[in-house]
């Protein structure tokens, strides 16, 4: 079974600048969470989708948006990028709930 | 509020060494409590979980955690480590609408020969 995969792996961009992150989870996983990684935050939740509708969210800005499709995956978009947002932005994926969820590699983003 | 605290950013230890990763958590409801870890570039792997029932769990590559619930605490251990334990662990618990997970700051394990 392939795992969570999150594409691209690596991502430059500029201030101002937005961007898109994709997240495909387990076949038959209906929920998506996305996570924010940097070394003086840790590990921060974005969000998470169940069946294309968004039932949780974390504490950042409506710069950070997310979607899911009806195949389950997702997308994150940040707009309006600061030098802040450099990160690992991981994607989880999981059966139903939070109970037991599968990582994807990540996306490192790094905003100059 | 649901909280988790996991005390000692760095343990080093010796190869063959015991491993103790120490966990402690808040929770105004029964927790689902996690042990992850990640390894340079890579994202979280499950090591291993506790939801009910057991409160010694075992989990994947010799670790395994026990939930105390008088002392709110859900440490790691290993009794015999290897060099290629070498990475970042982290606790986490289920946010009490069972939507998220909080996660811990992480701890770095160094094993040394």
């Known amino acids: 079974k392939a795992g969570v995969t999150q594409t691209p792996r690596y991502l430059i961009k500029t201030r101002g600048q937005q961007v898109t992150l994709s997240c495909s989870p387990i076949?038959?996983?209906?929920?998506v969470s996305w996570y924010q990684q940097t070394p003086g935050q840790g590990l921060q939740f974005l969000f998470e989708y169940f069946s294309e509708t968004q039932r949780n969210k974390g504490n950042f800005p409506g710069r950070f948006s997310g979607r899911q499709f009806s195949n389950s995956r997702s997308e994150m978009n940040v707009s309006t990028l600061e030098l802040g947002d450099s990160a690992l932005y991981l994607c989880a994926s999981s059966i139903g709930g939070v109970g037991e969820q599968f990582f994807g590699p990540g996306t490192r983003l790094t905003v100059l | 509020a649901q909280s988790v605290t996991q005390l000692g950013s760095h343990v080093s230890v010796s190869e063959g060494a015991l491993v103790l990763l120490r966990c402690n958590y808040s929770s105004s409801v029964p927790p689902y409590l996690f042990w992850y870890v990640q390894y340079p570039n890579q994202g979280l792997q499950l090591l291993l979980k506790y939801t009910t029932g057991a409160t010694l769990v075992k989990g994947i590559n010799g670790f395994e955690a026990e939930f105390k619930k008088s002392e709110t605490s859900f440490h790691l251990t290993k009794p015999s480590a290897h060099m290629s334990d070498a990475a970042e662990y982290f606790c986490a618990i289920v946010n009490q609408a069972g939507t998220a997970l909080i996660f811990g700051k992480g701890t770095t394990l160094s094993v040394s020969s």
């Open positions: 076949s038959g996983h209906r929920s």
